[in-house]
């Protein structure tokens, strides 16, 4: 239950010293944060509410806040209002004090939820607390607050336990602890105790709305860290568990017995699902030769020999024209100027230039829609990210396998580890430049490893190459030099100072080379072995990071794009497809025209002759003439006709090549259009799989944070301060060892059956919560969002996870797990020494139960000097009702030894709280008070005493 207390006090040094030490009870975890008000903090205007400024007292300090403002931060079950009374002396406590309280009140409830039947969403308990010294008397009545639920008076006596003598509450030593720890229990600020101590107390129609109960609190606490606590640490730290993971420690799983096998099925499963596997590239088909009927082959045949016919003449005039158009032009305008004569359109004389335009305009036809297509492509299904996420977490927590064979060895469930699902969040190589090779860019990890290695081979080559420079000087010794490590005096020749020595000169040349060459040789040795270094660290840890589900997906996505951007380069940097070459169909032209002005030669000449030999005669034979006319002629013709289907078989093999070409232009249009689909559809795959591989990692490799070390020592000045009733422990165990079998059991209650799916839903609901995701669409929003905005839902989530929030939250919830495990039983803390510390101390060590049962084993009647006469004599200082909360390790041993009217309740922590109530009881019938009317009357003799002194 989420509560907030706001206490009101006085602005006295007296509530000054009594927050403070609650400030310091925060600050060591004994007690929660908390609000608190005075009447100096509040800012009246004219026609609006007050502005009300609170003290917020939480483990960081203490803060000045507006206190409705940080009321509004939270969803609260319960806030409490704790009025605060110090009465110290009788003057302390004031009637102003409580109305101010009674106005904070008024506010508060006016500022909480309702629901449409006016039942308040938020419950408010208010609380009179009145704390005197020993032996204070005449505290005006009106500091009661008789509508509240709550009037309570705490007695004024401190007892180191029920059982010994109280050492009275006196102000200038002990009043401040008393009132605090009376505070900081009604307004349920104890650590582990859920609720305030008085939040039971209310009035029904069997009292009086003025009555009061007279209330003492006792509190017992260990100092240091909790036994639960550090159960906590250890188990929620996912680093105890590494490199494993936690099927090695949970009775329903194993650690996969050949995990490489697991992986590689694995990732082979996700890639063979529709959304990850690749798209089909598309047939390169030939065209298929057509069939055709004879008669149909014959008629063609023929119509492209009489087409050939008129071509041949076309062709031959051609040539002439080209000749009569170079000499017109080079008479009527002049050669080089610019001009060209023509004497008229002519036919097409390139079957090439024919074959080209045609595939020209096919291209164009193609080219700006292909451009256009290759970029669009539809988004992945949101089931991509689905299965991947679902399939990598049931292999990490044991969940229910979609697209395999659940993995199982003897019966049991095997589990991979989180280093086998993917890399470690944010996972980096820094390289000898400097820059950083993250474990989620394959393609950077395989070109850096190329890299090292090419480094390597040239480091190892340069050597050689030295050595082999280095090994050649030492052989070629200047002359006169036997040892090269011998060194040459400036005697050692005999000559003059002055002359030169052609040997020493040729010494040190030879020295200085091979200086030069071993200090090249070392640096290039030193290098050599630095890249090596370098190239053997990285590949480990490539090794490492190259064995997860994760990275094998990943790097085969990206080896995929990477062929399909090396093919668009390929594909700009080709030529594209061109006409066939025509040289063969160009021969067969000449070969065709020759043949025709040969044969046509050669049939005209025929004529002629025949014309000649016919004219010499006399009286020729005109049927023969008509014969040999015809045959001539028909020879001619029947030649002239072969020769136009051998050019017509040619020209059909250069129209089956041109319709080859125009089918391969197809198939590469097709192929530029899958490729560019494919190069986007897998661009969006790998920046999508790099966020989730964050996300995935994020879960499996850190799902919770542990809570952080909370260990704070008591300083001796605050020990000094605590009240008898309050006693802090110290334990004896300096690191406290935790059971194997406990562990196991913490381990079981944390790592359940799909514990990372669990832990993703449990942050997506935050997340959804957070930022109003609706999945509309049937899906998660983070499964169909394609933006890469940090903005976007799945921004949202990779920050959310990165930034800690999300694991803080689920280690929340397991830390809530383990408590409530430990409430229920289930599992059972070790027991520590404790030894109390302070001035009531007994100096004795004793086992936490015994420490905190002794709350649940006595009991003493209240101090007599709060009661009247009339109510010792209806036994009001009797307590009528005991509640002591407990800490789980403690309930056996209070429960063979408590009274039978003390209830026992559990406390969450190593805390146990005592509050002794008595009957209801009159205001008139406490020894305490005095009523209105004789509470002037004391002021008014008060006053004319101080006068009469002063006169």
């Avoid at 995990?259 to 089909?280: G, K």
């Avoid at 089918?663 to 899958?674: D, H, N, P, V, Y």
């Avoid at 709060?866 to 200082?877: E, I």
């Avoid at 008070?929 to 003799?941: I, L």
């Amino acid at each position: 239950m989420r509560s907030i207390s706001v206490v009101v006090t006085g602005d006295t040094p007296t509530a000054t010293a009594v927050r403070s030490l609650v400030a310091e009870w925060t600050r060591v975890r004994i007690t929660e944060p908390s609000l608190w008000v005075r009447e100096a903090d509040m800012v009246r205007s004219d026609g609006q509410p007050p502005q009300v400024f609170a003290w917020l007292v939480d483990p960081d300090g203490e803060e000045r806040v507006d206190l409705f403002a940080h009321l509004g931060r939270f969803r609260l079950d319960r806030v409490r209002i704790v009025v605060t009374q110090l009465a110290a002396t009788t003057e302390e406590a004031d009637p102003k004090v409580s109305a101010v309280g009674e106005l904070v009140a008024d506010l508060v409830r006016q500022a909480l939820p309702r629901d449409p039947s006016g039942t308040d969403l938020t419950s408010l308990h208010r609380t009179l607390l009145l704390v005197p010294a020993t032996d204070v008397r005449d505290i005006d009545s009106r500091v009661l607050l008789p509508s509240w639920e709550a009037n309570v008076v705490v007695s004024p006596e401190d007892r180191p336990d029920l059982d010994r003598s109280s050492v009275f509450v006196r102000p200038a030593t002990n009043y401040a602890g008393h009132a605090a720890a009376a505070v900081a229990a009604a307004a349920g600020l104890v650590r582990g105790v859920p609720g305030g101590v008085f939040d039971r107390v209310g009035t029904d129609s069997s009292t009086r709305p003025d009555d009061v109960v007279v209330a003492r609190v006792a509190i017992r606490t260990v100092v240091g860290e909790d036994v639960l606590d550090v159960l906590g640490r250890r188990t929620l730290d996912p680093e105890t568990l590494a490199p494993v993971g936690p099927g090695q420690v949970v009775g329903w799983a194993t650690p996969a017995s050949d995990p490489e096998l697991l992986v590689r099925r694995a990732a082979n499963a996700i890639l063979t699902t529709p959304e990850w596997a690749p798209t089909p590239e598309p047939d390169r088909a030939e065209p298929q030769p057509e069939q055709v009927a004879l008669a149909g082959a014959f008629g063609r045949a023929a119509r492209f020999s009489l087409h050939t016919v008129g071509a041949v003449a076309a062709w031959t005039f051609g040539r002439g024209r080209d000749a009569a158009e170079r000499t017109a032009t080079r008479q009527v305008v002049g050669a080089d100027v610019g001009s060209v004569v023509t004497l008229g359109p002519r036919a097409v004389d390139s079957m090439s230039e024919v074959a080209t335009a045609i595939l020209t305009a096919k291209r164009s036809q193609l080219a700006e829609a292909l451009t256009y297509e290759a970029t669009r492509g539809a988004p992945p299904a949101p089931t991509t990210w689905s299965t991947l996420r679902q399939l990598c977490f049931a292999l990490a927590d044991g969940g229910p396998v979609d697209g395999m064979d659940t993995p199982r060895q003897l019966g049991q469930r095997e589990v991979l580890g989180p280093r086998e699902v993917g890399p470690r969040p944010g996972s980096a190589h820094t390289a000898l430049d400097g820059r950083m090779v993250a474990a989620t860019d394959p393609p950077a990890m395989r070109s850096y490893l190329a890299d090292l290695e090419a480094q390597l081979r040239e480091r190892k080559d340069e050597v050689g190459e030295l050595r082999r420079l280095r090994d050649a000087a030492e052989r070629d010794l200047p002359p006169g030099v036997s040892d090269p490590t011998a060194t040459t005096g400036p005697g050692a020749t005999g000559a003059d100072d002055d002359a030169v020595d052609p040997l020493a000169a040729a010494r040190e040349r030879w020295e200085a080379d091979r200086t030069a060459v071993l200090e090249r040789l070392r640096a290039a040795e030193d290098e050599a072995e630095r890249v090596g270094t370098e190239l053997a660290t990285f590949r480990e840890w490539f090794a490492d990071q190259a064995c997860s589900v994760l990275w094998q997906v990943g790097d085969d996505v990206a080896r995929r794009l990477a062929a399909c951007e090396d093919g668009r380069r390929a594909w700009d940097g080709t030529e594209r497809v061109t006409a066939p070459a025509t040289a063969s169909l160009d021969a067969a032209k000449r070969r065709l025209l020759r043949r025709w002005w040969v044969t046509s030669g050669l049939g005209v000449l025929a004529l002629v002759v025949l014309g000649l030999v016919v004219q010499e005669q006399e009286s020729p034979d005109w049927g023969t003439v008509a014969w040999w006319t015809t045959g001539i002629v028909v020879t001619t013709v029947g030649l002239l006709a072969l020769f136009n289907h051998v050019f017509y078989k040619a020209f059909r093999r250069y129209e089956w090549e041109v319709r080859t070409a125009l089918a391969r232009q197809r198939a590469e249009a097709a192929t530029f259009l899958w490729r560019g689909k494919e190069r986007g559809r897998l661009a969006v795959l790998y920046q999508g799989w790099r966020d989730w591989t964050e996300v995935i990692a994020e879960v499996v490799h850190r799902p919770w944070e542990p809570p952080a070390v909370q260990v704070h020592e008591l300083a001796e000045e605050v020990v000094g301060k605590l009240p008898a009733a309050m006693a802090a422990a110290r334990q004896q165990e300096e690191q406290l060892d935790l059971p194997a079998t406990l562990l196991a059991r913490a381990y079981g209650a944390v790592y359940r059956e799909g514990w990372a799916q669990q832990a993703f839903d449990a942050a997506y609901e935050r997340l959804a919560g957070q930022e109003l995701l609706t999945a509309s669409s049937g899906y998660l929003d983070v499964d169909v969002d394609m933006s890469p905005s940090a903005i976007s839902p799945r921004g949202r989530l990779l920050e959310m996870w990165q930034s800690g929030s999300a694991r803080a939250m689920l280690g929340e919830i397991q830390a809530g797990r383990l408590r409530e495990a430990v409430l229920g039983g289930d599992l059972v803390l070790p027991l520590r020494r404790v030894e109390r510390i302070g001035p009531h101390s007994d100096n004795v060590w004793r086992d936490e139960p015994e420490y905190f049962a002794a709350l649940a084993t006595s009991e003493t009647t209240f101090a007599l000097d709060v009661f009247g006469s009339v109510a010792r004599t209806q036994n009001r200082h009797y307590a009528g009702h005991v509640t002591v909360w407990l800490p789980q390790s403690a309930h056996s041993h209070a429960t063979r030894n408590r009274s039978s009217r003390v209830a026992v309740e559990p406390a969450e922590a190593a805390t146990a709280v005592r509050v002794d109530l008595s009957r209801r009881i009159p205001p008139q019938d406490l020894a305490i008070f005095v009523s209105p009317q004789s509470w002037d009357k004391h002021r008014t003799a008060q006053a004319a005493a101080t006068q009469d002194t002063f006169l």
